[in-house]
T-cell receptor
C-alpha cells in the first residue's frame, strides 16, 4: 500500500514550457486535490475532484489544468509555466468526509 | 467560502515547556478540524483531529480543544521536545455529504530550543 505517490520530486522549467505533475493513489479514495505551498501562505487549493470525470476549481486555479479519468490518477498540468508558479506542489486524497487527508511527497518546481 | 486564521506564525519555546497554537474559522457549517505537522522538506501529516460533537481530544502530549460557539480551536503540546520542531497547520472542513474540501491556516513554525 503506497498511499499517494507524486512525481517528479524536483523540476526546473523555463518560462513558457508546459509539464504534467503526476499523482496516483491506491486507497480507492474518491476525493483528490492539488495544493501549492508558498512561504507564509500555507496550503492553497488549486483544483480538486470528487470522483472520476468530475473536477472543479479551488482558490488559485489560473494557469493550471486537471483531469480525472480514473479513480487512481489526478494529474496537474501547467499550460505555460511562469515564474509565479515556482512553488512546492502537493497532491492529497481523502476517502470520506471527516477523515484524514493523505499527502504525496511533494514536487518542488522552479520556473526560470 | 471558509476562512481559517492561525496564530502565531512563529513560536519558540524551551524544551519541556508547553506550546499553544490557535485557529479561528468563519463558516459555522464546518465540523471537522484536523491538525497537520510538516517537518522540513517532508509532506504534511495528520497528528490529531476533532469533530464538532467533541470539545476536547487528547493523544499523549498533544491535545486539541474546540469552541464551536466562538468558532475557534487550539492545539496544545505539553513537555515539548526538539523533535516537535516543525510547521503546524490547522484546517477546517464542512462535514456534510459530498463536501471534502479542507481549508488550511497559514501555518505556525514551532522551534523547540534544547
Amino acid at each position: 500500500n503506497a498511499g499517494v505517490t507524486q512525481t517528479p520530486k524536483f523540476q526546473v522549467l523555463k518560462t513558457g514550457q508546459s509539464m504534467t505533475l503526476q499523482c496516483a493513489q491506491d486507497m480507492n479514495h474518491e476525493y483528490m486535490s492539488w495544493y501549492r505551498q508558498d512561504p507564509g501562505m500555507g496550503l492553497r487549493l488549486i483544483h480538486y475532484s470528487v470522483g472520476a470525470g468530475i473536477t472543479d476549481q479551488g482558490e488559485v486555479p489560473n494557469g493550471y489544468n486537471v483531469s480525472r479519468s480514473t479513480t487512481e490518477d489526478f494529474p496537474l498540468r501547467l499550460l505555460s509555466a511562469a515564474p509565479s508558479q515556482t512553488s512546492v506542489y502537493f497532491c492529497a486524497s481523502r476517502g470520506q468526509v471527516n477523515t484524514e487527508a493523505f499527502f504525496g511527497q511533494g514536487t518542488r518546481l522552479t520556473v526560470v | 467560502g471558509e476562512n481559517v486564521e492561525q496564530h502565531p506564525s512563529t513560536l519558540s519555546v524551551q524544551e519541556g515547556d508547553s506550546a499553544v497554537i490557535k485557529c479561528t474559522y468563519s463558516d459555522s457549517a464546518s465540523n471537522y478540524f484536523p491538525w497537520y505537522k510538516q517537518e522540513l522538506g517532508k509532506r504534511p501529516q495528520l497528528i490529531i483531529d476533532i469533530r464538532s460533537n467533541v470539545g476536547e481530544k487528547k493523544d499523549q502530549r498533544i491535545a486539541v480543544t474546540l469552541n464551536k460557539t466562538a468558532k475557534h480551536f487550539s492545539l496544545h503540546i505539553t513537555e515539548t521536545q526538539p523533535e516537535d520542531s516543525a510547521v503546524y497547520f490547522c484546517a477546517a472542513s464542512p462535514g456534510w455529504a459530498g463536501s471534502y474540501q479542507l481549508t488550511f491556516g497559514k501555518g505556525t513554525k514551532l522551534s523547540v530550543i534544547p
